[in-house]
């Protein structure tokens, strides 16, 4: 399968625990950007990735979150201290350099309880 | 006000039928705009793009776009039951990299 990889697909943890999750971009796909779905809404932007620079952070991430991208190729989306708000669907998408279009991966089904 | 608009639904259209799915959109820096389809419990599964204004058409979907107006619309030409889904509406500016997505619109498809 060549396409966005994300993994896992379903986590459940309790409330103040960390996680990690992980996305592998389509290759040679130089863009990558993570979402967050909470139920009825559309995705809502989180950050986005040029190679391995971080070139934009929206505002809903909270000093809580971090991602990274160290070698410009998979990412990883950390979440400390989770919360109840913080379940949601975390979605992982990638975009190659002359592509307009982004690619979407499977997501991550996070609950937090 | 949203940047990216949708009517929730649901939009219920009888098979065979031409269902058109309504977007609008508040900035007029947005150059690109994109549908994806959401089964439930999926992720977004791109359909298609636009970003001259007029019509594009692939297959039965025929995106419509208008930047006077700041609206965008997909068509569905021959509504099949598999077609019910969530239709989500983004909108991108070029200086920009990140997709603004509308809530969704529920279709369904009555056999």
């Known amino acids: 399968d060549t396409g966005v990889s994300q993994d896992p697909r379903h986590k459940i943890t309790k409330r103040g625990q960390n996680v990690t999750f992980r996305c592998d971009p389509i290759s040679e796909h130089n863009r990558l950007y993570w979402y967050r779905q909470t139920l009825g809404q559309g995705p809502e932007f989180l950050t986005y990735?040029?190679?391995?620079?971080?070139?934009?952070k929206s505002r809903l991430l909270s000093d809580r979150f971090s991602a990274e991208r160290p070698k410009g190729s998979f990412s990883t989306l950390e979440i400390q201290r989770t919360e109840q708000g913080d379940s949601a669907m975390y979605l992982c998408?990638?975009?190659?350099?002359?592509?307009?279009?982004?690619?979407f991966g499977q997501g991550t089904r996070l609950t937090v309880v | 006000q949203k940047e990216v608009e949708q009517n929730s639904g649901p939009l219920s259209v009888p098979e065979g039928a031409i269902a058109s799915l309504n977007c609008t959109y508040s900035d007029r820096g947005s150059q690109s705009f994109f549908w994806y389809r959401q089964y439930s419990g999926k992720s977004p599964e791109l359909i298609m793009f636009i970003y001259s204004n007029g019509d594009k058409e692939d297959g039965r979907f025929t995106a419509q776009l208008n930047k006077a107006s700041q609206y965008v619309s997909l068509l569905i030409r021959d509504s099949q039951p598999s077609d019910s889904a969530t239709y989500l509406c983004a909108g991108r500016m070029d200086s920009s990299y990140k997709l603004i997505f509308g809530s969704g619109t529920r279709l369904l498809v009555r056999p």
């Open positions: 990735f040029q190679n391995e620079a971080q070139l934009e």
């Open positions: 998408a990638s975009r190659g350099p002359d592509g307009t279009e982004a690619f």
